[in-house]
């Protein structure tokens, strides 16, 4: 899910609008399978989803929630959440509406085009909505669970060329530009980039917020606008094509050997050295 | 916290786990993951599934963590019970203009049912304190509905519901608490007994006795903590809900001032008896979630645990006994949503309803809790498994809020009055 954030309150950007800076802030919201025990398909084609019960990416939460804390804090005029998916995945952007977000917009896709969707398609599709709502702030989920792809957000940044501030654990919006702390491998990066930018969230980035119930209640009078993928000018055709999916091999037991010179001669005879 | 050998993986509802971790660990998917024929969201609204989702949430990341120690220390929730508040569980059937969350007694029901897989008795004692905090909303005049509701519901204050003595349970029309009219106050004279919350509330919802004999003669006074002449007796040790302490609330010359009257003089007895209809529901709810989540931790338990050389889960006795407490878990859950519609709708069936609904609800769930705790074998005895809390927990609710005797009184004086 990402969270496009229109009309951030910096005041150097002038819009359309009258008087107002108009940041949006978008959210791609992915619905994903809360998923006990894995089970492959029978014909190796994907993992079982039918009756898996589904919800919001736990990034996407976090994304979401970043979104509204920015809006509560005066520096985005609007919050708009985002999700491409079936029917079902209205149910994440309502969540996100609870959370705050001011309005959703839900790309409708299903049956195969769902199968076969991939971040290069989401980010088409993002970076369509980011130029029809005019956002200045994109915010997504760093990773999907459930196919730990980590491209949405890289490839969105790329489409609009726009600079992407990802992994982010700390966002400070400052002036015309952002501060992003990322979480990498060697430890924190803190790096200035221009908006309008792409971040992505990371784990550490907040604690996403329990709806409230009074929030549900109005998150009821908030919009959710339909879009077809065709109407954004999207192709949603993917030029991947799953060939196997497979359980990992079973684990075998080991052997215990008794002395180092065994370990080396069974090494030998596996071909290992 | 503990866990035995090679059934360590069989841990408490989603304990392990804090608000972070359960984005990498989908901790609720132990609960919510597969869909299945108990699954409590069929049927709902969606809005009425965001408001379970929330519950649900509340309750594994805040409740479930805690509910042993809670327990096992007597632990009394405070701040936990005012977070669950912020998110307007504080008075979830009570007015939104005093501060409740104005929804009906159906979101109501699914919610306590939610939370009280997280913690029984901690949900339960909340849904007593949305009863009185109702009571006040709905049979008090301005003055009072905003002088305590918008605490109440905040719970900045807590409240405690105040009808039991030692010498009138069942019989509640025959207490004797007096309350005489002195100028502009009551005094109040008397003893109250297993009051949930008593001694650590703020509010107290006192039926007490202003008239003459029988249920005609009660009236509904709200007390507040400090007031002279209001102490308590020692905290009782109890069994199970050990995150609420119950003690006795004394009156000795307690002088109340007459604007705390809620209603008319003589009305109290109906206003205590609309109350326990909605607390009914709620119980039974409560009720619901334990029995709800001990399925889950049998259903867990048969699919790891083995003997005779496979998983308890191929053994055809256990199917069975495990698709019988589905079965009474589902029936169970129907029955208590119906009364919790008809109670919204002031239906004239509402009354027997409620009462049916307690009665089966709490005795089907209290069996299906036990039947997961046997199903557990040894393991279930032990406290480092969940199991036995819920069976604990739940055991007393086919006693309070009206024994389960008193309930098939009530149903079997309709079916059997001459209208």
Request: proline share 3%.
């Amino acid at each position: 899910m990402g969270v496009l954030i229109t009309g951030t309150n910096t005041g150097s950007c002038e819009r359309d609008s009258p008087g107002h800076v108009r940041y949006n802030s978008v959210s791609e919201l992915k619905w994903r399978p809360l998923l006990l025990r894995i089970r492959v398909k029978p014909d190796n084609t994907g993992v079982v989803t039918d009756g898996v019960k589904h919800s919001m990416n736990p990034f996407c939460e976090i994304a979401v929630e970043e979104a509204v804390k920015l809006k509560e804090k005066k520096l985005v005029k609007e919050v708009v959440a985002v999700s491409c998916g079936p029917q079902q995945s209205q149910e994440t952007i309502r969540t996100a509406l609870a959370m705050g977000a001011d309005r959703g917009i839900h790309v409708e896709v299903s049956g195969k085009d769902y199968e076969t969707l991939g971040p290069l398609q989401v980010s088409k599709i993002m970076a369509a909505l980011a130029k029809k709502e005019d956002a200045q702030l994109i915010i997504l989920g760093k990773q999907a669970i459930d196919d730990d792809c980590n491209q949405t957000g890289q490839m969105t940044a790329a489409l609009l060329d726009w600079p992407q501030g990802t992994f982010a654990s700390e966002v400070t919006l400052d002036g015309d530009k952002i501060k992003v702390v990322r979480e990498i491998d060697g430890g924190l990066e803190t790096i200035k980039i221009n908006t309008p930018a792409v971040l992505t969230a990371d784990l550490r980035l907040n604690t996403p917020r329990y709806a409230t119930l009074p929030n549900i209640m109005k998150a009821k009078k908030k919009k959710i606008a339909n879009v077809k993928a065709a109407d954004l000018g999207v192709n949603l055709t993917s030029r991947l094509e799953v060939l196997k999916v497979e359980d990992p091999p079973q684990r075998q037991a080991g052997m215990k050997v008794e002395t180092v010179e065994d370990l080396v001669g069974k090494l030998k005879e596996a071909g290992k050295v | 916290m503990a866990a035995l050998g090679p059934l360590s993986r069989i841990t408490r509802l989603g304990c392990n786990f804090c608000r972070n971790h359960r984005l990498m660990f989908n901790r609720n998917s132990q609960k919510r993951g597969i869909a299945s024929c108990i699954d409590p969201s069929y049927g709902l609204t969606d809005e009425q599934k965001e408001f379970q989702k929330v519950a649900f949430d509340f309750a594994a990341n805040e409740m479930a963590p805690h509910m042993a120690e809670w327990d096992q220390k007597e632990v009394f929730p405070v701040e936990t019970m005012r977070k669950a508040a912020q998110l307007g569980f504080g008075g979830i059937y009570t007015r939104p203009e005093v501060g409740g969350s104005g929804l009906s007694r159906l979101d109501t029901s699914i919610i306590f049912e939610a939370l009280s897989t997280g913690c029984v008795s901690t949900t339960a004692y909340i849904s007593i304190h949305n009863m009185c905090a109702w009571m006040i909303d709905t049979f008090g005049n301005d003055e009072q509905r905003e002088s305590f509701c918008p605490d109440l519901c905040s719970m900045e204050k807590f409240a405690s519901y105040c009808l039991t003595e030692p010498g009138s349970g069942s019989d509640a029309a025959s207490l004797l608490t007096s309350a005489q009219r002195k100028g502009d106050h009551y005094v109040l004279n008397g003893s109250k007994a297993f009051i949930s919350g008593g001694g650590d509330t703020d509010v107290y919802v006192v039926m007490c006795r202003t008239g003459g004999k029988g249920a005609k003669g009660i009236s509904c006074l709200v007390v507040e903590k400090g007031t002279p002449g209001l102490s308590f007796g020692k905290k009782e040790r109890k069994v199970g809900w050990n995150s609420q302490p119950t003690r006795a609330v004394i009156f000795e010359d307690c002088a109340v001032p007459a604007t705390n009257r809620l209603g008319e003089e003589g009305q109290g007895f109906n206003i205590a008896m609309k109350g326990l209809n909605g607390g009914r529901i709620n119980i039974a709810s409560c009720s619901l979630g334990a029995a709800h989540a001990s399925v889950l931790l049998a259903k867990d338990h048969l699919l790891v645990r083995k003997q005779f050389g496979e998983t308890l889960a191929n053994n055809q006795f256990l199917q069975f006994k495990l698709a019988e407490m589905a079965t009474k878990l589902v029936a169970s859950r129907l029955l208590v949503r119906e009364a919790a519609t008809a109670l919204q709708e002031d239906r004239a069936d509402a009354v027997s309803l409620c009462s049916m609904a307690k009665l089966f609800v709490t005795d089907e769930c209290f069996n299906v809790c036990n039947q997961a705790l046997q199903m557990h074998g040894g393991y279930g005895y032990l406290k480092d498994y969940a199991v036995q809390q819920f069976v604990r927990d739940i055991r007393v609710h086919q006693i309070l809020e009206g024994t389960n005797e008193v309930m098939r009184m009530i149903i079997s004086r309709n079916l059997l009055t001459e209208s």
